[in-house]
């Protein structure tokens, strides 16, 4: 929405060269670019004179559709910007009937919500209680927010149902997160499960295909999150929010002003039990080459060993629990295992409405903001991620008896072996035969639907271990110590 009223503000549909100047850094806030690059135009951030002649002289000077991004106060020579149509992109421009100062203050900000409500208003709010007004009064009345999300939702669904790169579900449980967290603080009645089942379709029969992807951006699953710090960063701490899902970090990330990251996401390994995906994530290994995958008892060992691969002695590796976290001097390959995160969920009873109170607690105690800062100020570069995500769920009843090999306090999976009544679980559960990618072959895997569980039937609960958008795509955060020293 707001990309396409950035298009439609500007002279794209007349011209081939534009400059635009982001003078408020909105493209960071809402990628507005892709519209533009949907309409057929090539985006090049201008960062200096000579790296753009060397690059993109041909560009500027084809027949190709062009847009230039430039930072206010970036000198750029005459004899190139007399080629473009330049624009300059800020709250003035796109908001002119709305006071600009107001909008940079305001923490938060939804530029989503705040074009659709300025665009269905015709009034005129250019003194500081007037955008003030409009904001709380207009721009976040429950109808307004209603007509957003379900808009948006509309989109994303459509995009899941042609989804042809691993990349799209990551941008789409980021779409979800951000749907049901304002969804709950606005009390908008919004389903969004619908995802969750689209994305269980595509695990079934392609989650097996991801260990053969590869992105120099991010990594892909959470196996390969160990070889991607050691490949970027000299020095390292990860942090490992156990349980945390987009819809957690959506939350916790208002606490992070003043941090400069990056953030992407990682596929947690199915079933998303945190003996399996946290232990693979620590390690760089795959379930199935784990001595304990049911048990956490060997992971800090699996974390030392993984780091040793890499070259590391033993004092420069640090294995530590808690956001009053420290490592010597020597260390240079950290991990920091915070579970505040996942016993909330456990202990949940109130679902979403639950973990946004919970959550927003977490984030005004500013902890792992600290911890972040802590570590980037001691010449780490960090990584947060998680080994899981979570999700509500209603319980289909206790499953007990012979033949299950594994209990867990997710109660979402059921592990078997030589169990000669598989089928009738199946079929009273309601159960999904997961296809073993990865696990163990010795043992048989059964994965409740989407917002089932094997709790106490009809109690609601928070809860992890199959196979939703939620509890698979986490996040995984970049912050580089050279980027917070300046």
Known sequence: ?????????????????????????????????????????????????????????????????????????????????????????????????????????????????????????????????????????????????????????????????????????????????????????????????????????????????????????????????????????????IIVMDGMSEFDWTILKRSFAGICYRQSAAFAMIPSTTSISRQCLLSGKYPSQLAEPWKQSKEKNEFYECARKYGYKDNQIGYERGYDASFSAFVKCGAVIILDIDELVHAQYQGRIGMLNDDTVLMKQNKLAELTKRLLQDGFDVYITADHGNTPCTGLGRLTGSGVEVETRSHKMVVLKDFANKDSLIERYGLLEYPKYYLPKDYDYLICNVGDSLDIKGENVMTHGGISLDEVVVPFIIARTEDYHG
């Not at 690059?37 to 960062?47: E, I, K, L, N, S």
């Not at 624009?87 to 530029?111: G, H, M, Q, Y």
């Not at 995009?159 to 951000?178: C, G």
């Not at 269980?200 to 160990?226: R, T």
């Open 1 to 237: 929405m707001i990309g396409d009223y950035v298009f439609e503000k500007t002279a794209a549909q007349y011209t081939k060269k534009m400059m635009l100047v982001d003078a408020d850094h909105l493209e960071e806030k809402a990628h507005y670019s892709a519209v533009f690059q949907a309409h057929g135009f090539r985006t090049v951030v201008y960062t200096d004179d000579l790296n753009f002649r060397v690059n993109n002289t041909s560009l500027l000077n084809g027949e190709e559709k062009l847009v230039i991004l430039v930072q206010p106060g970036v000198y750029v020579p005459y004899d190139i910007r007399k080629k473009c149509r330049e624009e300059e992109i800020s709250f003035e421009t796109l908001f002119p009937k709305l006071n600009s100062a107001v909008l940079r203050e305001s923490k938060n900000l939804d530029l989503e919500l705040l074009t659709l409500a300025y665009q269905t208003d015709f009034e005129k709010y250019h003194e500081r209680k007037q955008t003030e007004m409009f904001l709380r009064l207009k721009m976040y009345a429950q109808k307004n927010v209603e007509l957003y999300l379900r808009d948006l939702y509309e989109c994303a669904l459509n995009q899941a149902k042609s989804v042809e790169d691993y990349r799209a579900w990551f941008e789409l449980a980021e779409k979800k997160a951000t749907i049901d967290v304002t969804a709950v603080e606005h009390n908008v009645d919004i389903d969004t499960s619908e995802l969750n089942r689209a994305f269980c379709a595509y695990a079934m029969k392609n989650f097996g295909k991801l260990s053969s992807e590869i992105n120099p951006e991010s990594p892909v699953m959470v196996s390969s999150v160990m070889d991607y710090i050691h490949d970027h960063s000299e020095k390292a701490a």
